[in-house]
């Protein structure tokens, strides 16, 4: 039976923010339709001039606010016609964890990453008469190499989940890998959406520089590179909020065949820490 597979590319932004924390980002290509969509991301890249420059979010300022536009362009396109499949993955602050063993505090960074990988493409809700292989490939990841390697173990295991059988997921521990973003454009595509996310949800957009009264160039390059996702975004699904998890139209599988999804990640166990009368929080997103 002929195999047929993804590739998913991972990110992760800003583990504390003023609002909303611990941002996850990924895009998962199907592997008959990465090369062309590749190639497409690094033709735009060359006739941009920008070969030389790593795109991310925060190396964006007024020079480059069209470039990097032009890039989301291309980018945005790829998702609207289903080539690539964004999921986006966040926390809110006010939903405090309460049932967290004192040891897994130490390592929520790879907890987090793990129910992202696990539920945030939809496995769960698929269900495939022919194996489908999957290649995971992290931005280098921050810890130990012990507990990446513990961490890489867990992702390798997702596959004989009892409720993941129906999705026929296939993974080797060989085709886990951690690289470096400067080397893949669909990685650094994927940390200016989720900057750009955590940028807006922690209203970054309104900071001024200390003893200024107005916002500085590059806050206000960054929000207009943001204002053009976020249309972008509403193009493929009209009226998005960006600050609470994707709705479903029709089924649960939906979780996997959307092109473009949030999910705001809340613990099963938790205290509501009310916000503060001062504390304004994020509106109109």
Wanted: charged share 30%; with cysteine; net charge positive.
């Amino acid at each position: 039976m002929k195999e047929k597979g993804f590739y998913i590319f991972c990110d992760e932004s800003l583990k504390q923010g003023k609002y909303y924390s611990n941002f996850y980002g990924g895009c998962m290509i199907a592997r008959a339709d990465f090369e062309r969509v590749n190639n497409v991301l690094l033709s735009k890249r060359m006739d941009l001039n920008m070969e030389d420059s790593e795109l991310k979010w925060g190396n964006i300022n007024s020079q480059r606010i069209e470039a990097y536009c032009e890039m989301m362009e291309v980018f945005f396109q790829a998702v609207a016609n289903n080539l690539i499949k964004v999921r986006v993955m966040f926390t809110d602050n006010r939903f405090v964890p309460t049932s967290i063993p004192h040891d897994n505090r130490r390592i929520q960074y790879h907890l987090l990453y793990y129910q992202f990988i696990k539920h945030s493409f939809g496995f769960p809700y698929l269900e495939s008469d022919y194996p489908i292989q999957l290649e995971l490939f992290f931005d280098t990841l921050p810890d130990s190499h012990t507990k990446n390697k513990k961490f890489k173990d867990f992702i390798y295991g997702i596959q004989f989940l009892p409720e993941l059988a129906s999705a026929n997921l296939r993974l080797s521990k060989s085709d886990i890998y951690e690289v470096d973003s400067k080397k893949h454009i669909i990685l650094q595509c994927i940390d200016v959406v989720i900057g750009a996310m955590a940028f807006r949800l922690n209203d970054q957009h309104k900071e001024k520089p200390a003893g200024q009264k107005r916002r500085g160039k590059r806050t206000l390059a960054k929000e207009k590179v943001y204002k053009y996702i976020n249309t972008r975004i509403r193009e493929i699904r009209p009226h998005f909020n960006i600050g609470i998890s994707t709705g479903i139209d029709n089924d649960k599988l939906d979780r996997f065949l959307h092109p473009y999804r949030h999910w705001l990640f809340t613990p099963s166990d938790y205290v509501y820490q009310k916000s503060s009368k001062k504390e304004k929080r994020p509106n109109k997103l």
